[in-house]
């Protein structure tokens, strides 16, 4: 029996998902807390391997567990309560044994958070980069939906990546605001190394007049990552949902 | 030259706003920035002295700088610069000098927020309560209503409060629900030790059935701490704002 859970958590403190030595990472703490609940080792694996300082809202992560003795429905409870308070198991459901949560991934979608206002507020300061200039927020909006579509990614991907293709399709990209807080929603069935993150940078210079929204399918088209904006921090970065076709 | 700041804090590592030995305070680590921009002691006096974990969006605090270099409008990215991420002074404004931050307020605005959820969701626990069970939302915000009027609040006050009269009026309380999390919004004249937090507490009992909301005005009229509901932990409250007649 193959489980798969949803899983929240606060990144500041870690040193992103993957299980590494001298860091501690997300995994790690999940694992320990379903080796605790099953006693014995445990190995998860997830849909995603956010960076150090990236949080979610709805990563997914699966083991197996043909000795489970607690009912699916009381899961989240029970691993939530042998968890650290910013990493939480907020769903649980049975796969089949041949799923593979990063493989069989359709769709992801992150949010990258900018709080724009002349003061930082420590309120949201961990989960939103902070950028005090003045944004053309039109500028951003039309930026942004120009990277809807099918296309080959290279200029917005950082090196260090292990990915065999870098064309992947983006479904959703827009840009809100609420009060001071500019929201960039990007869904896609799949993303290249730290590819949000130079999206999201992309889309800053256009707020900032630094790039016009019109040549975002040229800096496409180019392939060439200097090309692009900078890569913005990692803090502002949240996954939110993954989806998958079972 | 007296200066007002507006003043936010994450508080979770903070002991309070009040300076104290053994103990880092939001107050000493703004008198700390202030001092190191002026080269010498400075004593700063808040409209509110927030509990240990409390956060403020919009708490107010002033001091004396007759030898203030800074232009006014430069000071907030100045002394945020000499802060913790965690504070931040979002506003500086000239003040007379025989007003005082606390006795000067007139009107005071909390938020308490209750995330509720059958799962934890470690991007707002800082700011929430976590509450899993179902609420009766429309008994919360009949008992909220309740509460608007002037009022004698010994049975929302714990002990150790040093004002000299329990009456205080509030102008409006409200819960709002925003997908998982409930807002409850409040505005008074002043509040008593605690007594936020309590009136949080009693609503939730509303939602919870555990209080009818009808017999608010009772308990209040009891004046007796036991009728009312559990003190709400402190980090889900927010001083949002203040406000002076100048």
Redesign the interface.
Known sequence: MQILLTV???GTNYAGWQRQENAVAVQEKLEDAISRLLSRDVIVRAASRTDAGV?A?GQRASFFAPDLRVPLERL??VL?AFLP???????AQEVPENFNPGFDAKQKTYLYNIYN???????V???SAFVPQKLNLAAMQQAAKSFVGKHDFTAFCATGGSAKTTVREIYFCETEKEHDLIKLKITGNGFLYNMVRIIAGTILYAGMGKISPEKIPEIIASKKRENAGKTMPPHGL?LVEVKYSI
């Open positions: 929240a958590y606060d949080h809202l989240p409870e939530s308070t910013d990493i939480s198991v907020t769903a206002s002349p003061a930082p507020n420590p309120l300061g961990r989960y949240v």
